[in-house]
């Protein structure tokens, strides 16, 4: 490479041989770049307006792409020429973006068991576009990853807009992710062939909703916006002006644990569940704290699902609690799990319940929230 090359031709040149690489980079930027972002909430206009552009720039990378596969003969003026050739770094950085403030809500909105397929599935996406094999392709693949994220906009975006989570914003996002998909579809017909586009947009884009309501109706999408701020098990708990105190025996090096998880009950004891849910501001709706006791012959048993109507904008959680004075059921394994109205989960927790004599001098830590 000559000395005399200006720092454009020799970043151009540089480019060329790092294609790979840059567009690695630039992906895991756009994880990095969001992971503080996220921690503005879901309802944050700077956040909303940061994922509309990202997701119209990736639609307009895609749709000129698609035209350029189909006349490999049309070409911009020699500037613009070059800038295109650095689209792939654009590309990889907004999906790397929008992913990872999908892949962070998706996950802080449900427990680990519930969230995870969802979230894996996001990743596998995400890795699966990296190979080269399916580079290949052409822009099916990247279709794909761009409806993969539209879906994740309306599914953050509709239970906003109504208030609450549930079956119809699910529906509405279902919808809205359809009309996008055939949106896309009936701009790119008026220039080219139907045949091309169908395996184009058509069937990447048709194939992830599919999946997305096959996931849905199994009860693996997590109900964003919601998410649990904090769960515990207590042996009381009191209000005290704006905090709740939460009383609890657990020894101070099961620094772990979440209030009393080895609960000791004694004669006329009850068990109290604590949960700080947050939901964005406007927000109200119902979920359920469902209670299971483990049986060794029949495995979890579900016993109460009593409602908790929560109400959002609050940074800590709106906090509530629920109580349970019969669990005639000896000693055993517990679990408490706080589920939307259509029973996907929020969070989960277990316990062991281990009964015994009465204790008059026994003292208990007081914790507040």
């Not at 909430?41 to 509309?52: P, R």
């Not at 495995?299 to 109507?309: A, H, S, V």
């Not at 004075?325 to 281990?354: A, C, H, K, L, P």
Request: charged share 20%.
């Amino acid at each position: 490479m000559s000395t005399n090359q200006t720092w454009r031709e020799r970043f151009r040149h540089y480019h060329e041989q790092h294609e790979r690489k840059l567009e690695a980079i630039f992906f895991c930027a756009g994880f990095i770049f969001d992971i503080i972002a996220t921690a503005e909430g879901v309802d944050h206009m700077l956040m909303i307006v940061q994922q509309i552009i990202y997701l119209f720039l990736i639609g307009v990378i895609l749709y000129v792409d698609t035209l350029r596969e189909a006349y490999p003969t049309d070409h911009f003026s020699p500037r613009l020429e070059r800038l295109w050739s650095y689209r792939g770094l654009l590309l990889h950085f907004c999906l790397g973006t929008l992913m990872n403030i999908y892949s962070i809500f998706f996950l802080m909105s449900a427990s680990f068991f519930s969230s995870i397929v969802f979230v894996l599935l996001l990743f596998a996406a995400l890795i699966l576009n990296e190979m080269k094999a399916v580079r290949a392709r052409g822009v099916d693949v990247k279709v794909a990853l761009y409806v993969i994220c539209l879906f994740c906009f309306f599914s953050l975006m509709m239970p906003l807009a109504f208030g609450r989570v549930g079956l119809l914003p699910f529906f509405c996002s279902f919808l809205a992710t359809l009309a996008v998909v055939f949106l896309f579809f009936k701009r790119l017909r008026k220039r080219m062939g139907p045949e091309g586009l169908r395996r184009k947009i058509l069937v990447p884009g048709l194939s992830v909703c599919v999946i997305f309501l096959g996931l849905y109706l199994a009860g693996l999408i997590p109900p964003v916006p919601l998410s649990a701020k904090k769960l515990g098990v207590y042996h009381a708990i009191e209000k005290e002006g704006d905090d709740y105190v939460l009383h609890h025996e657990r020894p101070w090096w099961k620094f772990w644990q979440r209030g009393d998880q080895n609960f000791v009950a004694r004669p006329g004891d009850r068990i109290y569940f604590f949960a700080a849910i947050s939901s964005p501001a406007r927000f109200a709706d119902t979920v359920y704290v469902h209670w299971y006791f483990h049986d060794a012959r029949h495995g979890w048993n579900p016993t109460d699902r009593i409602p908790l109507r929560i109400s959002g904008g609050r940074k800590e959680g709106f906090r509530g609690f629920t109580t349970k004075q019969n669990f005639d059921y000896g000693d055993g394994s517990w679990r408490v799990s706080v589920e939307t109205e259509d029973e996907r989960e929020i969070g989960r927790m277990y316990f062991d319940v281990t009964k015994a004599e009465s204790d008059p001098n026994r003292v208990f830590q007081a914790e507040r929230y």
